[in-house]
């Protein structure tokens, strides 16, 4: 063998060698794959193509408290399908009845569907849309239909469900039933009552297997290994949708009327503190009012204005400085404290007037120099006595976004030598309408103050057994109950008293007790541009009181009105006369020959001073005038009155001896 040859021979079997080992290397590993790292690449392919996907729990519903519903969870589904699956001759003979159906499920014609489907079936789409958003029963229907009967793999039927929330009345009270829904974080954005109570409304979620197909799109795959979810729980509102519909369209109204940017109303059941009604509304750059993103009722603390004097009244009795008959002079209606300036609306002012008559007609200055007058000195009493009525707490609500008071105290760095003498008369201080609220509820409550209550129970379905939610009390008495008795009479005379602020909003027919209130915005610059609030809180009927509510209205147009007797008055009547129609009281009348205690009392009072006084002046104040008048004519004197009902200020002192001065002047009120 030559050595070229020999050199060739060697080259060759070099060559070999190494396609041998190649051969080796490549049994090897594939024996790897096979064998040792199988299950990996396995589980990878299969991770490629197939997912554990959520299957979302049907939400609970929300109702009213008579099971109407308020916001209620409806499945939607999206239909598919995916034409490769299926045979070529099934496709063929049944494609146009096919397309009939859902002629006459969908609309358009059949030929349409028809076109539709073949283009895709030749295009081979694997999710091919058919239709989005259809009912339960249509869903029912659709599966029915010819091809699509044969299921997800002969007939190429693909369904995905979804959940869509509804609420049957509308917008009405849609800002506090709410909303829950997850952001990019997975977090809970949670608005009203379906935020405050969505751990019992979302119920948990369930999962499923779902392939992988064309174009990033994902079909279910059936599985025993499927996890069912479980709906969420119902919740039983405290929401009366025919209140709810009065409080709505009687606010509405009156924005409309006074063209006002925005404003709430919240009717409460005074013994439970069920919220029975809460609309808001604000007006949007359309000029149309809706519920709005805030809920105003809740969220927006504002300063509280007259509304406020209610407050600072109920501290003066409690704390004994003054009684209801306590005389304060208003002088000419103008207080000035370091150069600013506490008026009243009558620039003439009231004289002198009684605590009570103070309050009915909301005298600035009365109330802010009974105020002064006894805490002055010691502002921080006052304070205290407003902390001690939980004015400066808040409410602590189960829905979120409630505004924090501000109630300023003498400690605090930004007290200033008007602080106090502004709180007397509502600013400087900011409320919540339903803190408000809920301050005039207690008194109607005779004293006992509770937490607003929004859902009275919890049920996991329609027909199981409710979980009540207790009612709650935030204090039992934040006042006493001769202080409620004087306050719940002043509020009554607000109403029917013919000098009392709310006199306009007087029926014969039904009581009401209540207070109005104008507050200023904005300080300072033009009359013309200035911004009001208006409002009025109160309750009824004023026997028994069932229901309290509050109506707050803000920047009403100057020149229609600002008043809140004009602008907010008039829904709460409206609101009040329209629950008391449809819920009627008639008084049944058992004795005939039952005796009036005031009456009683007070022809006790007029004998026994008709059998003490004979030659000295007795006090009359809070008699009846056809009492006081008959008793100091039998003395000799001669008298004359101003006004009419009980006897508020007379011009003879009372035990001075009976002289030769035989003109007395009584003022009634």
């Known amino acids: 063998m030559s050595v070229t040859e020999k050199n060739i021979l060697n080259r060759l079997y070099f060559v070999a060698g190494g396609m041998f080992l190649f051969a080796i290397a490549v049994v090897v590993q594939l024996v790897n794959v096979q064998f040792v790292e199988g299950d990996k690449y396995k589980a990878m392919a299969e991770e490629s193509t197939l997912r554990n996907a959520t299957i979302e729990p049907s939400r609970g519903n929300v109702y009213a408290d008579d099971g109407s ?18 045979n070529a001759k099934v496709f063929t003979d049944n494609v146009k009845a096919l397309s009939d159906s859902l002629s006459k499920l969908l609309g358009k014609s059949s030929s349409y569907h028809e ?5 895709a079936r030749t295009n081979k789409a694997q999710f091919f849309p058919i239709t989005k958003n259809v009912s339960y029963s249509e869903y029912i229907r659709i599966k029915k239909f010819p091809i699509f009967k044969l299921g997800a793999y002969k007939g190429g ?11 049957p009345i509308g917008e009405i009270a849609k800002r506090t039933i709410g909303s829950e829904k997850k952001n990019k974080d997975g977090n809970y954005v949670k608005v009203g009552l379906e935020g405050a109570f969505g751990k019992h409304l979302r119920g948990k979620e369930g999962s499923r297997v779902e392939q992988k197909i064309a174009k990033g ?3 279910p795959v059936s599985n025993e290994n499927d996890l069912e979810p479980q709906d969420g729980f119902d919740i039983i509102s405290t929401i009366n949708v025919n209140i709810q519909d009065i409080a709505h369209h009687a606010l509405l109204e009156q924005l409309e009327k006074y063209k006002a940017d925005h404003g709430c109303v919240v009717v409460m059941e005074v013994a439970t503190g069920e919220i029975k009604a809460i609309s808001n509304l604000g007006r949007n750059s359309r000029g149309v009012y809706s519920e709005r993103i805030k809920n105003y009722a809740i969220g927006e603390q504002h300063e509280p204005g007259s509304t406020f004097k209610l407050m600072s009244i109920v501290a003066a009795l409690e704390d004994k400085v003054i009684d209801s008959d306590y005389l304060v002079n208003t002088g000419d209606g103008r207080l000035t404290f370091y150069g600013k300036s506490v008026v009243d609306s009558n620039r003439r002012g009231y004289g002198t007037i009684t605590a009570s008559k103070a309050f009915e007609v909301s005298s600035n200055v009365g109330i802010v120099k009974i105020i002064d007058d006894f805490y002055g000195k010691n502002p921080k009493k006052f304070v205290d006595r407003l902390y001690s009525m939980n004015l400066n707490n808040t409410l602590d609500l189960p829905i979120t976004g409630e505004g924090i008071p501000i109630v300023p105290h003498p400690n605090d760095k930004n007290w200033s030598g008007i602080s106090l003498q502004w709180m007397a008369y509502g600013y400087g201080v900011e409320l919540t309408p339903l803190q408000i609220l809920a301050f005039y509820n207690a008194i109607a409550n005779n004293g006992e103050l509770v937490r607003p209550q929004f859902v009275k129970a919890v049920r996991e379905n329609w027909y199981a057994e409710a979980q009540k939610i207790e009612k709650e009390i935030i204090n039992p008495s934040i006042c006493s109950k001769e202080t409620v008795a004087k306050v719940k ?18 029926s014969p027919n039904f009581s009401m ?13 033009k009359r013309s541009e200035l911004k009001y609030i208006s409002s009025f809180a109160g309750f009824f009927p004023v026997e028994e009181p069932k229901y309290s509510c509050i109506v707050v209205i803000h920047e009403p147009v100057q020149e229609i009105g600002y008043y809140g007797a004009d602008v907010s008055g008039p829904v709460f009547k409206k609101i009040a006369h329209k629950i008391y129609r449809d819920t009627p009281i008639f008084d049944q009348v058992e004795d005939i020959d039952v005796v009036d205690t005031a009456v009683e009392r007070n ?20 008699m009846p005038a056809m009492d006081a008048i008959p008793l100091l004519e039998n003395l000799g004197l001669r008298v004359e009155i101003k006004g009419s009902g009980k006897v508020t200020k007379q011009s003879l002192e009372a035990g001075l001896k009976i002289g030769t001065e035989k003109r007395i002047v009584l003022e009634l009120s």
């Not at 039927?157 to 609420?167: A, C, G």
């Not at 109403?495 to 009392?500: I, M, S």
């Open 69 to 86: 519903l308020l916001a209620t969870s409806v499945a939607k589904y999206d239909i598919f399908f995916d034409t490769k699956t299926v």
């Open 115 to 119: 076109n539709r489907i073949t283009k």
């Open 217 to 219: 799109q994902w079909k």
């Open 157 to 167: 039927f693909i369904s995905q469900s979804k959940t869509v929330r509804e609420y």
């Open 489 to 506: 009479k002043m509020m009554q005379n607000v109403v029917e008293k013919k000098h009392g602020t709310g006199n306009g909003l007087y």
């Open 513 to 525: 007790a209540g207070k109005t209130g104008t507050c200023q915005k904005n300080y300072g610059g």
């Open 603 to 622: 022809y006790e009072d007029y004998h026994q001073k008709a059998l003490k006084y004979k030659t000295i002046i007795p006090n009359v104040v809070g």
